[in-house]
């Protein structure tokens, strides 16, 4: 008897053991997957924006201290072409680059193997006094004459306020977020708009105008829609909408902000309409009896009572969908043309912050610049997120109770 | 209802409620077609390419022709993967969430963190598979990889349903049974199981259609362009559907002439997520009516 408790009690333990391990791990894994991406994506502010083993040098008789990015890819854009637009002297910029390094020298003069490059790039930084050079740190001799332009690391409001997006761009990636942070936002404004009325009023219909029977049909089929893969409405709608908005539209190219919308919209009508659906079904029944008894017809009730007892089921259902909406990847990545400017029309193509991951990280390196940029992207979907599962939390499940 | 609504309302207000009432109708009307027209257009188009053979062989000519059976071995390889990692540990943690942790601080901080989890995109899932899976710990664009982003991404979900499942066990059921001596264990295996089971397992059915329409995760962690033969080992790439339909629709070799390997792909992957939700549904039901009697 004493034994059979013991060991009764030891695989009670035991159980209760391994179920507290996993949850804990699975604790411990949450949080580390959150860890991990911030550490990553903040990396990206750690350093400047040009890969690591790459440096720009001048002539130490130059006076101009410091250049930031922009004015860095205007000088190799050919915008800026004089120092005195950056504060050094009158003279034009001679840019210096590794990839047109024969045009500088002959071949016998760098060897066969391009062993005197190092010492060449140093007398001619020397000799120049107007030059820019870019080149590889491997190439820095130890007599090495030339001052290194130092960069400024990349600043948080730079990354979220510039309003250009080229990541692989030489010498220095332009990483300015705001046109895919609009791009995105754009895109689920109008997905939001478009699907709102129509799944409320679908909502409305089938909670309290249609007949059981419609009902019974109605919503397991449209939850059923809510679990088709992404990817197939992409390609529904690169294979229909995109060509139908370019005939109707007339517009150079069919892949639009308004293609991405619509797929959007679309998407998000099954969960729209099934969770309005839902909290309209909530409204208690004397509610409804006591306004249809003191005259008001079915259509009054429903827009003065029930639809206002459920606002809060209706808030969650939006935040839901622009959830949805704003992570979505490759149904948007498929439609919207991905061009990375700030959007000026709906029928231009833009690009969203999902779908620049989906599309770059695969030409990223492991580690690099880009690929940590890339991170910093996750970060910000990842707190978006946050934001909107923290309104949802807070606001709108509360008042259900 | 409309026996409900007294007569002698003013004319204005009825007429008001039926143009009202015809709107509304009018709306369901258009969103119901849209969806359904999206199902249907698939259908339709995908129908002629579903032979045998495009199930049973593999891609050929630049993937214009021939079939997609190393992609639904591949989708099956992650489904089950994924599934044999993130079921287990999502269903004990659950359990343990429920009915071993005491309310407080800790839990609401577990429980806000996995569902803040349910809701980050799968795109950020693919990332940090990347960046850890393929590349941290090298396991290279392989099905272990794929299979773990893809159980990252189904576990909060898995412990949410378990949790949702355990919670409408009534109260008495645990009571009586800790009464008449059970240990907890056995009142959580013997008596709270049987009951919540049905819906746990509804559930796990339910992931295993999200995950084999996933896209965004496998991208950067084991998705293959084009691998015309069967994996060997858990290190292997494979082919898988979604990926499968989205090269062929926008990046295939000749676009045109696989359109209709792209239909029948998009067919495929409809099929396997509707039967999963058709068989949850009958699950769900056949239970309820088991318990019912």
């Keep these: 008897m004493q034994v059979n408790r013991f060991l009764k009690n030891l695989k009670e333990k035991i159980i209760e053991g391994i179920l507290t391990l996993s949850g804990t791990i699975t604790s411990i894994a949450v949080i580390l997957i959150i860890i991990f991406l911030f550490k990553e994506g903040i990396g990206v502010f750690n350093q400047a924006p040009m890969e690591k083993e790459l440096i720009l040098a001048v002539n130490k008789d130059n006076h101009v201290k410091e250049l930031t990015p922009r004015q860095i890819k205007d000088i190799f854009d050919g915008k800026i072409a004089m120092w005195s637009e950056l504060g050094g002297s009158k003279d034009s910029i001679k840019l210096f680059r590794t990839e047109d390094v024969s045009t500088y020298f002959t071949e016998e003069e760098l060897g066969a193997n391009f062993e005197h490059l190092p010492q060449k790039i140093n007398e001619y930084i020397a000799r120049e006094k107007n030059v820019l050079a870019f080149f590889n740190k491997k190439y820095i001799t130890k007599g090495f004459s030339g001052r290194i332009i130092p960069l400024k690391k990349i600043g948080v409001m730079d990354f979220l306020l510039d309003n250009e997006w080229f990541p692989t761009a030489q010498p220095v990636a332009q990483l300015g977020v705001l046109p895919l942070i609009l791009g995105t936002l754009w895109v689920t404004l109008l997905a939001i708009l478009l699907a709102l009325p129509l799944g409320l009023a679908t909502a409305i219909y089938m909670a309290e105008i249609a007949s059981p029977k419609i009902r019974s049909i109605l919503k397991p089929t449209i939850e059923l829609l809510a679990g088709i893969p992404s990817v197939v409405y992409g390609f529904f709608g690169l294979v229909v909408l995109v060509p139908f908005i370019q005939r109707v539209f007339n517009v150079p190219v069919g892949e639009t902000g308004l293609a991405g919308s619509i797929v959007l919209a679309i998407m998000a009508l099954p969960t729209i309409i099934t969770i309005s659906e839902d909290s309209l079904r909530t409204a208690p029944r004397q509610l409804k009896e006591a306004s249809l008894a003191l005259g008001a017809s079915h259509w009054q009730t429903i827009w003065r009572v029930i639809v206002p007892y459920s606002s809060s089921g209706i808030t969650a259902a939006i935040i839901l969908g622009v959830g949805r909406a704003i992570g979505e990847t490759m149904a948007v990545l498929m439609v919207t043309g991905n061009a990375a400017v700030i959007p000026h029309s709906y029928l231009a193509p833009l690009r969203t912050i999902p779908a620049t991951i989906a599309a770059e990280l695969g030409e990223a390196s492991y580690g690099g610049l880009h690929f940590k940029a890339l991170f910093a992207l996750g970060c910000i979907l990842f707190i978006m997120t946050f934001i909107i599962n923290l309104i949802f939390e807070f606001i709108v499940k509360p008042k259900k109770h | ?293």
């Design chain 2, 1 to 293: 209802m409309s026996a409900l609504t007294p007569k002698g309302n003013s004319t204005r207000k009825r007429i008001l409620q039926i143009v009202g009432f015809g709107a509304f109708r009018a709306i369901t009307g258009f969103v119901v077609a849209v969806l359904f027209g999206i199902l249907f257009f698939i259908f339709h188009e995908g129908l002629p390419a579903m032979t045998w053979k495009f199930i049973t062989s593999n891609p050929e000519n630049g993937m214009t022709e021939g079939g997609i059976f190393p992609a639904i071995v591949g989708t099956g390889c992650l489904v089950l993967g994924s599934m044999l990692f993130a079921f287990p540990i999502g269903v004990m943690s659950g359990i343990w969430l429920n009915e071993y942790l005491k309310d407080g601080y800790l839990k609401r901080f577990i429980n806000m963190m996995t569902n803040n989890l349910a809701g980050v995109p799968s795109v950020v899932f693919g990332l940090f598979g990347m960046a850890l899976f393929v590349n941290q710990l090298k396991f290279g664009d392989s099905i272990l990889a794929g299979s773990l982003t893809l159980g990252l991404l189904a576990l909060p979900v898995i412990i949410r349903t378990t949790e949702e499942a355990l919670k409408s066990v009534d109260d008495s059921y645990r009571i009586a049974s800790l009464a008449l001596g059970a240990s907890q264990w056995q009142t959580v295996s013997k008596v709270v199981l049987p009951v919540a089971f049905p819906n746990i397992f509804t559930g796990l059915i339910l992931s295993i259609g999200r995950v084999s329409g996933e896209t965004a995760p496998i991208l950067f962690t084991v998705a293959a362009y084009f691998l015309p033969k069967l994996p060997h080992s858990i290190f292997d790439q494979v082919m898988a559907l979604p990926y499968h339909l989205y090269v062929i629709s926008t990046s295939g070799t000749d676009i045109e002439k696989s359109r209709v390997i792209a239909y029948g792909t998009a067919l495929v992957l409809i099929c396997i997520v509707l039967a999963s939700n058709i068989l949850a549904g009958f699950i769900r039901r056949y239970y309820t009516k088991k318990n019912k009697t």
